[in-house]
């Protein structure tokens, strides 16, 4: 096709996505009122240049509740664009209708996004799938750029392309230290962040572990056990112990040293490496750090009727399939109902209303708890300690990307609590 008529949808990342998938020469946004124009016009072309994808872009404006006037509209796109197809996935029904009958009308060719096979579908030819293939077509930054936003930082792994196997493999042996030790893993970091604290920033810096610090009139106690656990497993090197009880270490590199001191680190890179095990994901990045315009969120805000307000600029992990990115939000502390109020919204305003918010926890939420319904009622994915612990984290992934989760007042959970559980092995 050489032209792409586009229904304009509240939705970023459908009025994007038949571009994408189709490669037009041009994209004629129809329908669209002037102030959505002013608002998503920078967006969209920024969108499309910073993917290297050349394409005109024009905006049409026309009432498209009155069908006089969407079928004139339509008559001069297509007696100056011969060569047209009109994209009818998103906008609003009556706006559809319209748009609709007046293409059958005027012989223009009609595709629609599935959203349940995920695939296009030729409407001209008795609904027949196009074989265009969504998965892999939208990463991570695009979801950003599109909604007005950028990815300012992430968690880089690319050193690690060589050892890839090794790096994740230390990973879940780490993760197997942090569940045995659960309870006395948060004292535990703040031991280390004090005596790492103690020497230079450097990796190869050598950590003096005493038994007890004393910091700001506290006292922090080393944990012998954990310790020695991180030492087999590979974590330390250069590991060293003194006459006077006093340990000695260097971390196995800057990463490690950053993940060790961090509580919450490693419910992070599991549920990355988990969801990378479930392969239905095209790319999965951790610690996102991002900004976006905030008036152009205020303006979103009126535009879905969606609650947006200011939170923290990091999501911890983000892991995408089609046009249906997870927005993944890790704790290890007790859950709190602000954690729901704080990465729904996230999630809602940077995939446009298609992706999905998850809260993942080390502690059980049981279904009677306020957390579980309101997560619920809002389709906030949970992924808790239960499941952790029952070894599905791998399959709760899975059933996101697939949309087929189940929710723990359902039966079907209690069937899949019944099966294996699935070990997560780095192939």
């Given at each position: 096709?050489e032209?792409?008529?586009?229904?304009?949808?509240?939705?970023?990342?459908?009025?994007?996505?038949?571009c994408?998938?189709?490669?037009?020469?041009k994209?004629?946004?129809?329908?669209?009122?002037?102030?959505?124009?002013?608002?998503s016009?920078?967006?969209?072309?920024?969108?499309?240049?910073r993917?290297?994808?050349?394409?005109?872009?024009?905006?049409?404006?026309v009432?498209?509740?009155?069908?006089?006037?969407?079928?004139?509209?339509?008559?001069?796109?297509?007696?100056?664009n011969?060569?047209?197809?009109?994209?009818?996935?998103?906008?609003?029904?009556l706006?559809?209708?319209a748009a609709?009958?007046?293409?059958?009308?005027?012989?223009?060719?009609?595709?629609?996004?599935?959203?349940?096979?995920?695939?296009?579908?030729?409407?001209n030819?008795?609904?027949?799938?196009?074989?265009?293939?969504?998965?892999?077509?939208?990463?991570?930054q695009?979801f950003?750029?599109?909604?007005?936003?950028?990815i300012?930082?992430?968690?880089?792994?690319?050193?690690?392309?060589d050892?890839?196997r090794?790096?994740?493999?230390?990973?879940?042996?780490?993760?197997?230290?942090?569940?045995?030790?659960?309870?006395?893993?948060?004292s535990?970091v703040?031991?280390?962040q004090?005596?790492?604290?103690?020497?230079?920033q450097?990796?190869?810096?050598?950590?003096?572990?005493?038994?007890?610090?004393?910091?700001?009139?506290?006292?922090?106690?080393?944990?012998d056990d954990?310790?020695?656990?991180l030492?087999?497993?590979?974590?330390?090197?250069?590991?060293?112990?003194c006459?006077?009880?006093?340990?000695?270490?260097?971390?196995?590199?800057?990463?490690?040293?950053?993940?060790?001191?961090?509580?919450?680190?490693?419910l992070?890179?599991?549920?990355?490496?988990?969801?990378?095990?479930?392969?239905?994901?095209?790319?999965v990045?951790s610690?996102?750090?991002?900004?976006?315009?905030?008036?152009?969120?205020?303006?979103?805000k009126?535009?879905?009727?969606?609650?947006f307000?200011p939170?923290?600029?990091?999501?911890?992990?983000?892991?995408?399939?089609?046009?249906?990115?997870?927005?993944?939000?890790?704790?290890?502390?007790?859950?709190e109902m602000?954690y729901i109020d704080?990465?729904?919204?996230?999630?809602?305003?940077?995939?446009?209303?298609?992706?999905?918010?998850?809260?993942?926890?080390?502690?059980?939420?049981?279904?009677?708890?306020?957390?579980?319904?309101?997560?619920?009622a809002?389709g906030?994915?949970?992924i808790?300690?239960?499941?952790?612990?029952?070894?599905?984290?791998?399959?709760?992934?899975?059933?996101?990307?697939?949309?087929?989760?189940?929710?723990?007042d359902?039966p079907?959970?209690?069937?899949?609590i019944?099966?294996?559980?699935?070990?997560?092995?780095i192939?």
């Open positions: 096709m032209t792409l008529i586009e229904l304009f949808d509240e939705s970023p990342v459908l009025n994007i996505l038949a994408v998938a189709f490669k037009p020469k994209l004629i946004f129809f329908g669209a009122n002037p102030n959505e124009i002013e608002q016009k920078n967006d969209y072309i920024r969108f499309f240049k993917r290297k994808e050349k394409v005109d872009i024009e905006f049409i404006t009432n498209m509740l009155n069908l006089r006037e969407v079928e004139t509209g339509l008559e001069k796109i297509i007696k100056d011969p060569d047209c197809v009109l994209d009818v996935t998103g906008g609003k029904d706006a559809l209708l609709g009958m007046a293409a059958v009308r005027l012989g223009v060719p009609l595709v629609f996004y599935n959203k349940k096979t995920e695939k296009y579908v030729n409407m030819k008795y609904c027949c799938e196009m074989d265009v293939d969504i998965y892999g077509l939208l990463n991570c695009d950003f750029c599109v909604s007005g936003g950028s300012t930082d992430f968690e880089d792994f690319s050193e690690y392309n050892t890839r090794e790096f994740w493999q230390l990973v879940l042996n780490i993760w197997d230290i942090y569940l045995k030790h659960m309870g006395s893993w948060p535990h703040q031991y280390l004090k005596a790492t604290h103690n020497f230079s450097g990796s190869d810096s050598r950590i003096k572990c005493p038994a007890v610090l004393n910091s700001n009139g506290h006292k922090f106690y080393r944990n954990i310790i020695n656990d030492r087999s497993c590979g974590a330390f090197k250069d590991f060293e112990k006459e006077n009880n006093d340990f000695y270490f260097t971390y196995k590199d800057s990463n490690f040293k950053r993940y060790l001191t961090d509580v919450g680190a490693f992070e890179l599991y549920i990355h490496v988990c969801a990378l095990q479930t392969r239905c994901f095209s790319d990045l610690r996102v750090k991002y900004n976006w315009d905030w008036e152009y969120a205020n303006y979103s009126q535009l879905h009727n969606t609650l307000r939170a923290s600029n990091e999501i911890d992990v983000i892991a995408v399939r089609g046009i249906e990115p997870l927005y993944i939000s890790c704790k290890t502390s007790s859950p602000k704080e990465i729904y919204p996230q999630a809602m305003r940077m995939s446009g209303g298609e992706g999905h918010a998850v809260f993942a926890c080390t502690h059980t939420i049981d279904k009677e708890m306020p957390i579980y319904n309101k997560a619920k809002l906030v994915y949970i808790d300690g239960e499941d952790i612990k029952n070894g599905l984290v791998i399959e709760r992934l899975r059933q996101m990307a697939e949309k087929r989760y189940i929710w723990k359902e079907g959970y209690q069937e899949l019944n099966r294996s559980a699935l070990t997560v092995r192939e």
